[in-house]
């Protein structure tokens, strides 16, 4: 057993480990893990948060947002990655890049799509006829009011989403030469008992990021919410 | 373990020759696929109530274990079947620890609150009537609380029937392993990935709907207000 750990620790202490170009380094696959799922957190936010909002708005599409969530759960993020990647290689694309981010796109959209909607519903309607009678137009209502109101459940979404995204960028290191931290799970695995080191130090570095990532969302909630607006009383739908 | 092989573009997306042929395979691996969930899921259960009932009794305790659910909750599959192979092998109880501890947060909530919905009074009642605190909390609290319960446990259930296909890079089976097989053999086999992903979300879907029947069932009286 003890003899697991010293693994994991001579793992750590190899060549390149440490370094920020080589793919072997820790901090190289944390700036690939992170990038990736950041810009597939930010591509499938540009297409919710808008379509969602102007759907909630004019209070369209009510069942959408609440099948949508429950539509993204059933799906296996593992088989989605292995179809899309299989589809890009019968097209001959990039198979590297385009399966993982569709895939890490598509996982993203439900919480997106459903807290964003939850958010913009839950603002005070009488606060919405106010501002139309001051001469708002719709779009100011929008933009102005039921965005930053709705922001701390839309941020609320975009949380679990990210973990999400973080979760299976690893899995997408089984298609994938990147994978990011996942890359050192899924390369132990393939080598069998000689692996356990690199595995229980891939494992553990795919947990920290997730736990520091967790840490850094809370904080970007709490500075990123206007003022005036108190967290403990932004209605959270469920979001789990 | 990455597969080089280009696809054999050829091979249509979807024979219905292979699911033929493939038919009892497919069986057995529902079969494992339902076997991992429902272990998961009772393992879940049985230690949510658990921290429940001490979240009950003391206060301070629920804000504990929620926030020891929520950083669970947060450990990415992987990450964590990589943290439990190095002890436990490639082996169910490495693909069930995790599996169960992600039912732990959606679960615990559910239970405390849905028994902290009971009425005063009927709490009041019951011990009144000479209920011990066992009994109160088996036979008067846990069944008011059901569909809250219930609501629960079908997020936990769905969410766990996704996350089990993962469990097929432990070598566990299940119908994660059509998904794994798909890009495994010499040329791309679409037909066993869509086989996998269709039938993951149908099992899904179809015990999603087995637990709304018995919630229904079980507690009549809720028809009208459940939420998770």
């Known amino acids: 057993m003890?003899?697991?750990?010293?693994?994991?620790?001579?793992?750590?202490?190899?060549?390149?480990?440490?370094?920020?170009?080589?793919?072997?380094?820790i901090p190289y696959r944390t700036v690939e893990h992170l990038s990736f799922s950041a810009l597939s957190l930010v591509i499938a936010a540009?297409?919710?948060?808008?379509?969602?909002?102007?759907?909630?708005?004019?209070?369209?599409?009510?069942?959408?947002?609440?099948?949508?969530?429950?539509?993204?759960r059933a799906i296996?993020?593992?088989?989605?990655i292995i179809l899309f990647w299989f589809l890009a290689s019968r097209w001959e694309l990039n198979t590297d890049f385009w399966p993982l981010l569709i895939a890490l796109v598509a996982l993203a959209l439900p919480p997106l799509f459903t807290n964003t909607y939850a958010g913009v519903i839950s603002v005070d309607a009488d606060a919405v006829d106010a501002a139309r009678g001051t001469g708002y137009t719709e779009a100011q209502i929008m933009f102005r009011m039921e965005l930053p109101l709705a922001l701390p459940v839309i941020l609320a979404g975009a949380r679990v989403a990210f973990l999400q995204l973080v979760a299976t960028v690893a899995i997408g290191a089984i298609v994938n030469d990147g994978g990011g931290l996942g890359r050192y799970i899924v390369d132990g695995f393939a080598q069998g008992r000689a692996g356990y080191g690199e595995?229980?130090?891939?494992?553990?570095?795919?947990?920290?990021?997730?736990?520091?990532?967790?840490?850094?969302?809370?904080?970007?909630?709490?500075?990123?919410?206007?003022?005036?607006?108190?967290?403990?009383?932004?209605?959270?739908?469920?979001?789990? | 373990m990455r597969a080089i092989v280009l696809a054999d573009s050829d091979r249509p997306l979807f024979e219905w020759r292979w699911v033929e042929r493939n038919a009892d395979n497919i069986l057995q691996r529902l079969g494992e696929h339902l076997a991992l969930t429902a272990t998961a899921l009772a393992a879940g259960l049985v230690v949510?109530?658990?921290?429940?009932?001490?979240?009950?009794?003391?206060?301070?305790?629920?804000p504990v274990a929620l926030a020891g659910a929520g950083a669970l909750y947060v450990i990415p599959s992987l990450g964590a079947?990589?943290?439990?192979?190095?002890?436990?092998?490639l082996s169910f109880t490495t693909?069930?620890?995790?599996?169960?501890t992600y039912t732990l947060l959606i679960l615990l909530r559910n239970i405390v609150t849905g028994i902290q919905q009971v009425p005063a009074d009927v709490r009041e009642a019951a011990v009144g009537m000479g209920f011990t605190r066992a009994r109160l909390l088996v036979s008067v609290e846990l069944p008011l609380a059901l569909p809250v319960v219930i609501a629960g446990l079908r997020v936990a259930a769905v969410?766990?029937?996704?996350?089990v296909t993962v469990t097929s890079m432990l070598g566990m089976g299940g119908l994660g392993f059509f998904i794994r097989q798909g890009i495994q053999t010499t040329t791309p086999n679409p037909t066993a990935i869509i086989v996998g992903i269709v039938l993951s979300i149908a099992l899904a879907v179809v015990v999603d709907f087995l637990l709304w029947l018995s919630e229904r069932l079980l507690a009549p009286w809720a028809r009208k207000k459940v939420r998770a």
């Open chain 2, 48 to 62: 949510s109530i658990a921290l429940a009932v001490l979240s009950l009794r003391w206060r301070w305790f629920y």
């Open chain 2, 81 to 89: 079947f990589a943290l439990l192979v190095p002890f436990f092998g």
């Open chain 1, 199 to 240: 595995i229980l130090a891939g494992g553990l570095a795919v947990i920290v990021l997730a736990l520091l990532c967790e840490g850094a969302f809370s904080l970007i909630t709490r500075f990123a919410v206007p003022k005036g607006l108190n967290l403990e009383n932004a209605k959270q739908p469920q979001t789990l």
């Open chain 2, 95 to 100: 693909a069930v620890i995790p599996l169960a």
């Open chain 1, 76 to 80: 296996p993020s593992f088989g989605l």
């Open chain 2, 159 to 163: 969410t766990t029937i996704g996350l």
């Open chain 1, 2 to 25: 003890s003899n697991i750990f010293s693994e994991a620790w001579d793992w750590l202490g190899e060549p390149n480990r440490w370094s920020w170009s080589d793919p072997a380094g």
């Open chain 1, 46 to 72: 540009a297409l919710t948060v808008p379509t969602a909002l102007w759907l909630a708005h004019y209070r369209r599409g009510a069942f959408l947002a609440s099948s949508l969530v429950n539509i993204g």
